[in-house]
């Protein structure tokens, strides 16, 4: 048996050594010396020897240290009764690891002495009842914060997700505790508000993913970033194609209410420029490139620069195959316009495909809805036999509870690709895959609503990373 000496002589180490009673371990064989005797309920002469007398006294403890002990804990009141016990200690024992409690900011220079500074443990442990301050396991593993556990508030993205569609790179969701019970997830778990997540991974990493479950509705286009990019290249958008982007750009960031940044490329008519150089105010940027930076170069540094949050581009510069490849690489929300009216948009459309990349995008299609007053749709095709079916049109109808935003979910006898070309007024939502990087040569024989996407080129569409 591991035999383990407590020095005390205060009410903290009588509360130590409570808990070391409660905690039963056949291991570990204690040693107790009090300044004062005291009884303790249910400490068993087999695991608890107690010893009364003063610390302090060199003689008296020299002889209860004649024993080997794996570990010494020194929990007193006084200052100089500490140092002197410690002192004390070393005479016999000069390199027992000692666990000391310090209430004064003792300069031990000893490698074998572990403080326990009071101060810092109290104000550790008080912070983790400030609203909005992550709960980190402050005496679990590296305690650096790879250990975190954060409840999840009614408006969350993450409310009504089930685990298996929430993106878990270097982090994972180890348990949930709801109701005051401990839940073992499975990727069919569905994750509800005032959930407390136990997450593990990498500190900074936890801290990124806080934030992202903090964050409620009506912030896109956080958590990407905060401004709107408007990407034109006038080799490809001439005239009045390149004043078109950006007017149509600038109704959104009307309505998002964030500020806007117009990179043009390739810059050719000085009209064309003027024109554009017409919409700066105090929150739209125009930048010209007359370097002539390569393309993927240019919109990396620009997406730090103004912290992009979204990439407005026409359908001509989005046909490009590179380009589409850029734009995929960003890992940004892209909204391809068509020659339409963003004015005229009153529906936000995702259409049920066999993947369930579908879920992960509706936090913030229902996001972009709710701030830009557009109703949310979901089509499904009748014939399709989808294994997500349910569990997604479960998500949609919760979260349309939960954020008062309107939701429609429609199952279509006919390919929904026709029924959408026959209609007018809305933004077909879809994940932005790998899929959407296939030229459409290649995909028209594809069932994949994601790969058809093509079909409705003629429309508003909003590609959401996944």
Known sequence: MKKILIITDCRIGERLIERAIETY??????????????????????????????????????????????????????????????????????????????????????PNVLRIDVADQLSARLIDYLPNVPVIAQNVGNGEGEIMEVLVPFGSAYVYRHVGAVEQKQWRIAGIYRDRRLVLPTEHTMIHPNDLLL??????????????????????PAPYGTSIYVYVD?????????????????LLRERLQRPMVVRVANPGAIETLEALKSFRDDD????????????????????????????VVSRRVFHADTMRRILYDLRLPVFKLSERSVDSVKRAVVLLSESEEIEKITTT?????????????????????????????????????????SVRIVELEENPLRQLKKGDRFVHCLPFT????????????????????????AFHQLFIPV
């Open 199 to 220: 997450l593990i991974g990498e500190p900074e990493v936890l801290i990124s993913v806080y934030r992202s479950i903090k964050r409620e509705l009506g912030h896109f």
């Open 284 to 311: 739209v940027t125009v930048e010209i490139d007359y370097d002539g930076i390569e393309e993927e170069a240019l919109l990396s540094a620009d997406k730090r620069r103004y912290h992009a949050g979204l990439v």
């Open 434 to 457: 790998e899929a959407t990087l296939r030229r459409p040569l290649f995909s028209v024989f594809s069932t994949d609503m994601q790969q058809l996407h093509f079909h409705l080129d």
């Open 234 to 250: 006038m080799d490809v958008d001439h005239g009045e194609a390149a004043t078109h982007v950006v007017q149509e750009a600038a």
């Open 25 to 110: 371990s056949k291991e570990n064989l204690y040693y107790v010396i009090q300044a004062k005797e005291r009884e303790y309920e249910n400490a068993g002469p087999d695991r608890f020897k107690f010893f009364t007398f003063d610390p302090t006294s060199h003689y008296k403890l020299a002889n209860v240290l004649k024993m080997d002990f794996i570990q010494i804990m020194i929990v007193m009141r006084d200052r100089l009764d500490a140092v002197h016990t410690f002192e004390n200690i070393r005479k016999e024992k000069p390199i027992v690891r000692i666990v000391m409690l310090d209430q004064w900011g003792l300069a031990l220079d000893d």
């Open 365 to 405: 299609v229902f996001d972009v809805a709710s701030q830009l007053e557009w109703k949310v749709e979901l089509l499904e095709f009748k014939q399709d036999a989808n294994i997500y079916r349910e569990q997604i049109e479960q998500y949609y109808r919760n979260l349309s509870t939960i954020f008062s935003q």
